[in-house]
């Protein structure tokens, strides 16, 4: 069938036979990460539910066929030292991992900070996702062929990214904070999360590594994203014949993940099952150089 705005994830591959194949879906225990992690357990890979709330993972599993294979553990994007954890006991089970979603994220929060001291939606969006994933490269290249996913947004249009106030901490006392400046700040950690998917393929390449690397904007979709702005979520029920279901956005994360077609496209864009082009601010590939190194220095271990 022809990949579009309404193919599910079910549609993408539906005969693709992934035993053996190792996945952590960060977040996946609600929405789209759990929609991710249904259809991947159907086609026989083992899902990693990489949760903050481990009670609540396990009720997710439980709610999957039983002959689906699967895994739990525990990790909060907003403490590095989770992070680390989680790369440490993935490593001890694990020899390898075939695909890493980084799924989860924080929509228009208050202006909150992790453990570590970063604004939230910076912090769990995309620090936390850049540790992860650092800390999983031998993993993931220790696959036959690597896959790392990040799950971004159209919302990265709303990003004024600075590399010297990435907490956003100039506006966070601001009496606008609340109305527009948290919108810029999701902006902001997506926009991140499409650099760092540029900058990382870039490196890749540098030693010719077979893993790749993709972001994406899943769609406009009715999930507990919209758990610090419920207005806008009420809003979005009124007119739900325009937004895509979960089903439906998943699906550009189910193609990115396992589609043969992406390989030729790493550090590209996706939108509904295509290659994209994200708005990025200017001298993207050298701001997306730059937030790395940025980045490296503020998740270093103290």
């Known amino acids: 069938m022809a990949l579009n705005w309404s193919t599910t994830a079910e549609d993408v591959l539906p005969s693709k036979d992934l035993t053996g194949y190792i996945t952590i879906i960060t977040g996946s225990n609600t929405g789209l990460g759990l929609e991710t992690a249904r259809v991947l357990c159907k086609q026989r890979a083992l899902v990693v539910f990489a949760c903050r709330d481990v009670e609540k993972a396990q009720q997710a599993v439980a709610s999957l ?24 006991t993935f490593a001890s089970r694990y020899h390898k991992l075939d695909i ?11 202006y909150l900070k992790t453990s570590d ?20 490269l031998p993993q993931l290249e220790a696959a036959e062929e690597g896959r790392v996913v990040n799950v971004s947004s159209m919302g990265h249009r709303l990003n004024i990214l600075k590399l010297d106030d990435l907490n956003c901490e100039r506006y966070s006392t601001s009496r606008l904070y609340p109305l527009y400046y948290k919108w810029i700040q999701y902006g902001n950690s997506k ?16 030693r010719d590594s077979k893993v790749t690397v993709y972001s994406l904007h899943p769609g406009a979709i009715l999930t507990n994203l919209f758990q610090y702005v419920q207005i806008v979520y009420w809003l979005m029920c009124m007119f739900s014949f325009l937004f895509k279901s979960v089903q439906q956005g998943a699906a550009t994360s189910v193609f990115c993940a396992i589609h043969p077609s992406v390989k030729n496209y790493s550090g ?16 993207a590939n050298e701001k997306a150089a730059k937030l790395w190194e940025l980045s490296e220095e503020l998740v270093r271990e103290k």
């Open 65 to 88: 066929p039983t002959e689906f294979k699967t895994d739990v553990i525990r990790l909060d994007l907003a403490s590095l030292a989770s992070v680390r954890e989680f790369s440490r």
């Open 100 to 110: 890493l979603i980084n799924n989860a994220g924080v929509m228009a929060s208050p």
């Open 117 to 136: 001291g970063f604004e939230l939606q910076l912090g769990v969006n995309y620090l936390g996702h850049f540790l992860l994933t650092n800390l999983l």
């Open 191 to 206: 926009v991140a999360q499409i650099l760092h998917a540029i900058e990382l393929n870039a490196r890749l390449r540098e």
């Open 268 to 283: 590209g864009f996706f939108k509904d099952c295509k290659i994209m082009g994200a708005t990025l601010p200017r001298k």
